[in-house]
């Protein structure tokens, strides 16, 4: 199970191996981490010429070995793209079926990418899983069936000994096994738009700004007759707005075991949303009229206008806002106020109808936290131009260095203060898409001039940030039937993990 301070442990060991980056350049001891030499340098170059010859000169080992047998692995992700796309994902798994003749990797081609977990559903239902699949919301396939236990594979591998936090371990850990590996690692936060900031002759925001910063600054920014607007994002801020109140809290005032949506902390959350709300400072409180005024389908149009002056969203779309600072106008990654590190982790899970587990295993390794594997991903990036937006999660120096060493301006300073973070809560949460999302209240509000019948405990916490009704008022329900879906999703993983 997972507690609040797990993630304290993982990220106090990763900020350790950033320290020591920092350690290993400058022969300091402060904790900043520096700004590391270009790609193109001697030192960056030869730590992935070193890693990348490693890895061929074990390819070249194994294919003079004894002939393995042939295998075939069916492996379904979101994040693929088309199959004649050139992109870095396919250029992993090409590279690795090259290395490794005997394996051929089959793309499950016909699966929704915008409802992954329809797609695995279905193909569990007709027996058809494929042997290793992307997952985000770990709790809901584990206790779906839909994972083989792992923990005999992982045991024997010095490599996710070596390099996997622990935390993480206890993240895909459950009833003592593991039944996952994480894959993948993003973070949440803004961007900001400087040339608005300019624009409007206010101060531009460095990273570690306030909450009180921010909230004057989407005020200023917010000027209806230009067409500009303040901030997007606004129904994720109870995600990590508990946190910045008191950091013992995860999302939602999560503590670990259960919500606490009655806690004063909570309505204080609630309340800062309602100030940005009421003075329809973010996107998210405009009408469909509104969005007309603004000529705007969504978000990313005003973005590219240069037209939103801060815009929320996940480390995932670093190549997009890469390209918007790059050829639109000036802008970059400030993360979130008080440098909070918002983390969305990511998993592979090996299937229950897969027969070569190990061999899927390695294959997955490779994909995920294999050092050789991501700083092939980084001589992709840095020697080829493909595009990176994932972030390594394993302890190691040269993955962490190799990664800062890219063009991303100030990401890297997010990393600074690792021990100031939160999970995203479908990572890890029982329950989390019942209890906030889907399970219904018997309680109908208005959001944004639009009724919600029977509305989820999301929208109704929505309508009490837009202020149509009291917080106060529901809370003690709502954490009744968020908490109730939690216990119910703990019921089923243990009857899944305790066979």
């Known amino acids: 199970m997972f507690s609040k301070n797990r993630f304290r442990t993982w990220l106090a060991i990763a900020l350790a191996v950033i320290m020591a980056i920092g350690l290993a350049a400058c022969g300091s001891g402060n904790n900043a981490v520096p700004t590391a030499a270009p790609a193109t340098t001697a030192a960056a170059t030869t730590a992935a010429a070193t890693t990348a010859a490693a890895a061929t000169t074990a390819a070249t080992t194994a294919a003079a070995s004894p002939a393995a047998d042939e295998v075939t692995i069916r492996y379904a992700h979101w994040n693929v793209g088309a199959e004649d796309e050139d992109n870095m994902e396919r250029r992993m798994i090409n590279l690795y079926m090259e290395n490794n003749p005997h394996v051929k990797i089959e793309v499950v081609e016909n699966v929704d990418f915008d409802d992954f977990l329809a797609s695995l559903r279905a193909l569990a239902v007709s027996g058809d899983l494929p042997d290793l699949m992307a997952i985000s919301q770990m709790p809901v396939v584990l206790a779906e069936g ?258 800062f060493s890219g063009a991303i301006g100030d990401y890297k300073l997010t990393f600074e203060t690792l021990e100031n973070a939160i999970f995203d809560g479908e990572a890890y949460i029982p329950g989390w898409m019942g209890a906030i999302y889907r399970t219904p209240t018997g309680i109908d509000v208005m959001i944004n001039d639009v009724p919600f019948e029977n509305a989820s405990v999301k929208n109704v916490i929505r309508a009490a940030m837009c202020g149509s009704i009291n917080m106060a008022d529901y809370a003690d329900e709502l954490n009744r039937i968020a908490n109730e879906a939690v216990a119910a999703a703990r019921v089923e993983i243990d009857r899944v993990t305790k066979q």
Not at 160 to 175: G, K, R
Not at 237 to 263: A, R, T
Not at 380 to 387: A, I, L
């Open 146 to 403: 839909m994972l083989q236990n792992i923990t005999s594979i992982v045991e024997k591998d010095a490599e996710w000994a070596a390099y996997m936090p622990h935390s993480m371990i206890e993240l895909v850990t459950f009833n003592g096994n593991i039944w996952a590996l994480p894959a993948e690692m993003y973070a949440y936060g803004f961007w900001v738009n400087d040339e608005m900031f300019d624009a409007a002759n206010i101060p531009r925001l460095e990273v570690g700004f306030t909450w009180e910063e921010f909230v004057s600054s989407v005020k200023a920014l917010t000027v209806p007759s230009r067409q500009w607007m303040g901030v997007n994002g606004y129904n994720y801020f109870l995600d990590f707005i508990p946190y910045y109140i008191n950091n013992g809290w995860g999302p939602y005032c999560h503590d670990g075991e259960n919500f606490q949506l009655g806690h004063a902390d909570f309505i204080r959350g609630v309340q800062m949303c309602n100030e940005l709300f009421a003075g329809k400072y973010t996107t998210s409180a405009l009408t469909a009229e509104d969005r007309e005024v603004y000529e705007m389908e969504d978000d990313t149009d005003l973005w590219e206008r240069g037209q939103l002056g801060f815009m929320l969203e996940g480390t995932w779309m670093m190549s997009y806002f890469d390209w918007t600072a790059k050829d639109l106008f000036e802008s970059r990654w400030i993360g979130l106020p008080d440098n909070i590190s918002w983390l969305i982790p990511e998993f592979f899970g090996i299937s229950t109808t897969c027969k070569t587990p190990e061999a899927v295993y390695d294959f997955a390794k490779w994909m995920s936290f294999s050092k050789a594997g991501f700083m092939q991903r980084i001589d992709f990036r840095d020697n080829d131009g493909v595009e990176m937006d994932i972030m390594p999660i394993i302890e190691d120096r040269d993955a962490w260095n190799a990664f």
